[in-house]
């Protein structure tokens, strides 16, 4: 599971993955072609229940789930064309399954903009529109490499083309349920769900950006996220839970669909990411292939339960252990202990 950070250069989407990822891979400098290679890391997904597991463990190390971050660099005017190496980073971002799209509001004479001004609207829209005709050429060739393509499938691809003429982005369109498995497996760009992260010279001066803002991303239904970037790289943004940073990084995992779960031990307490529709049979397999192998069941106490109780016996004592088999699908917050052959 992938978050891919896209926009146009020098806006600062290198700062935003060094933040998250806390790496040195992307260099961060001031001109446009700087990365060509996507960057990859990681980032931990800061959630409030893994301290308060530890306030009662107290063991000697607390991991949290992580999710992948890449950076894509370079989207440009005419990238779909393959200006700027642009064809490559498109197909950067078919790999990721959330976009991070950054858009720049800060302004400041030493950081060169391609456009030469500070126009927010105008940069979403360039970049929207790359993404669109990336995908208007995907369906064009599917539509002529499969003649043979079956009359449904060739009219909704028809009909998403005429909505991606009107300049809208796929993932506005109006699906039926059987549609969207069909559409996810022609890798379209502007189908995946977006957040827009606008960054600002200053969080107090979000008042003045607040029509723009309101704007990006209003008509999709998307989450915007203010934050600035020169500001957060100073906080240290694991322990505030309120910072930009936190934020996006708990929505990009909102829509990426998983839930969590925790194992617990004086040695470590981890928090897992997986599927939402996961049993406990498959969550076994992300933490050891033996698990899987020799999967007895799962002993399970919800995190809320365990709260009030702070001990897994105690919890078990009054009633609120139970077991997990094969089949059972797993709930978001559950402590679980499993049990194997060896
Ligand atoms: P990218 O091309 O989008 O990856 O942008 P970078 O992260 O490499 O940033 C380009 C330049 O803008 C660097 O010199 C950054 O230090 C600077 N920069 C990034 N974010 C901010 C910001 O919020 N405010 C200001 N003033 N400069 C920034």
Sequence with gaps: MKCGIVGLPNIGKSTLFNLLSNSNKALSENFPFCTIEPNYGITNVPDKRLYELKKIINPMKVIPYKIKIVDIAGLIKGSHKGDGLGNKFLSHIRETNVIIHMIRFFDDASVLHMEGSINPIRDKEILDLELQLKDFETIEKILKRNKNINNKSSMLL?????????????????????????????????????????????????????????????????????????????????????????????????LLNLKTFFTIGKEEICGWAIPNNYTAYQASSIIHTDFKKGFLFAEVVHYKDFIQHESLEKAKKEGKMFLSGKNSILQDGDIIHFRFKK
């Design 158 to 254: 028809k009909k998403i083309i005429s909505f991606l003429e009107k300049g809208k982005n796929i993932r506005m369109f109006p699906f039926k349920k059987n549609e969207k498995e069909y559409i996810k497996d022609l890798h379209l760009l502007t189908v995946k769900p977006v957040i827009y992260v606008c960054n600002v010279k200053n969080e107090n001066e979000k008042e003045n950006h607040s029509s723009m803002i309101k704007k990006i991303g209003e008509k999709e239904k998307s989450k915007t996220i203010v934050l600035s970037l020169k500001k957060e790289s100073k906080k240290n943004y694991f322990i505030n839970t309120e910072s930009g940073i936190n934020k996006l990084i708990k929505e990009a995992y909102k």
